[in-house]
């Protein structure tokens, strides 16, 4: 009994080991065995089974990509200028064995490895130039540190300056500069808008005053085009009512001819007629020897002088010539 007891205690505390022994690697991470105090294995991703009292685990490594964000490093310009510089780092680990026993305490060798690279690249650059060469600076820190650090088993991606802190004498002075430079753009802003206000007001009355001067030119061209067509129809009328004089004087002399007169009447018509002009303004009447023999030509010219008499006393004396 007392045999079968003990046996029974080594097999469970031989299932106990073995359980204790069995181990699970999670995703992105790879542990190192040692076995006798070196290195042995690395184990991945999956279910692993160690041998108690000859295997141990020498680290657990996290294969995913980390970042590392080391604290601000006093660093000086070419110009002497001493500024502090923040950095981030961006990394992940390769080879988990080259990690564990390639140097000690990896981090602060990266984080130490990173601020002396970064006064050597910032050694050779003036205060404005680091200021405006962020990404120059982040490629020339990346390549180095990924080749000093690729017998680490560290892989290196990308470093970033995560700020530069100028001293504050210089912040002072910087933001003045940005000031005045922000001025001298609101002012040449405002230069150009009032320039191109003036255009544009030159711009349109230079439009208003040649679309009067149309409006003129086209005014004046209608107003004369108006006076001609009045003129027009002026000289029309005339021209109609000579016409229609001339009908008439036609009409009545061909009636007259129809009529075939005496020289009695033809007389009394010129008789008629002298009357008409010496009714008028002229100071010489000159009298047709047709009608001096007429009786009563004395009597109508002395009635005609005897009322211009009274009726205008400033008329001038007529001369009555005979032809």
């Given at each position: 009994m007392d045999g079968v007891v003990i046996i029974l205690i080594i097999v469970a505390v031989l299932v106990i080991l073995v359980i204790a022994n069995i181990k699970i690697v999670?995703?992105?991470?790879?542990?190192?065995?040692?076995?006798?105090?070196?290195?042995?294995?690395?184990?991945?991703?999956?279910?692993?089974?160690?041998?108690?009292?000859?295997?141990?685990?020498?680290?657990?490594?996290?294969?995913?990509?980390?970042?590392?964000d080391f604290p601000p490093q006093d660093v000086i310009t070419k110009d002497n200028v001493t500024m502090k510089i923040d950095t981030v780092i961006f990394f992940m680990i390769t080879n988990a064995m080259q990690f564990t026993?390639?140097?000690?305490?990896?981090?602060?060798?990266?984080?130490?490895?990173?601020?002396?690279?970064?006064?050597?690249?910032?050694?050779d650059l003036d205060l404005e130039a680091t200021l405006t060469s962020r990404d120059l600076i982040n490629t020339n820190i990346t390549r180095v540190l990924d080749e000093a650090t690729d017998r680490w088993g560290i892989k290196v991606i990308r470093v970033e300056l995560k700020s530069i802190i100028p001293p504050p004498e210089i912040q002072d002075s910087m933001e003045k500069q940005m000031k005045a430079d922000r001025e001298r753009?609101?002012?040449?802003?405002?230069?150009?808008?009032?320039?191109?206000?003036?255009?544009?007001?030159?711009?349109?009355?230079?439009e208003s005053k040649i679309l009067r001067a149309q409006a003129d030119k086209e005014a004046k061209i209608?107003?004369?085009?108006a006076l001609k067509q009045q003129k027009i129809l002026e000289a029309q009328g005339e021209a109609q009512?000579?016409?229609?004089?001339?009908?008439?004087?036609?009409?009545?002399i061909e009636k007259l001819n129809a009529a075939n007169p005496n020289d009695a009447v033809i007389q009394l018509k010129s008789l008629e007629a002298f009357a008409k002009a010496a009714d008028g303004q002229a100071t010489k009447i000159i009298i047709p020897s047709e009608i001096q023999g007429l009786a009563g030509l004395a009597a109508g010219i002395k009635g005609v002088v005897?009322?211009?008499?009274?009726?205008?006393?400033?008329?001038?004396?007529?001369?009555?010539?005979?032809?």
């Open positions: 999670p995703q992105s991470y790879v542990w190192v065995i040692e076995r006798f105090g070196a290195y042995h294995a690395s184990w991945g991703t999956g279910l692993h089974v160690k041998i108690p009292f000859i295997d141990s685990i020498s680290k657990k490594v996290n294969m995913k990509e980390q970042v590392i026993y390639g140097v000690e305490r990896p981090i602060k060798a990266i984080e130490n490895l990173t601020a002396t690279t970064l006064r050597n690249i910032v050694g753009r609101e002012k040449v802003i405002q230069a150009e808008a009032e320039k191109k206000a003036q255009i544009l007001i030159a711009e349109g009355e230079k209608l107003q004369a085009d009512a000579i016409e229609m004089v001339q009908n008439a004087l036609a009409v009545s005897t009322d211009d008499k009274k009726v205008v006393p400033t008329t001038p004396t007529r001369k009555f010539i005979s032809d």
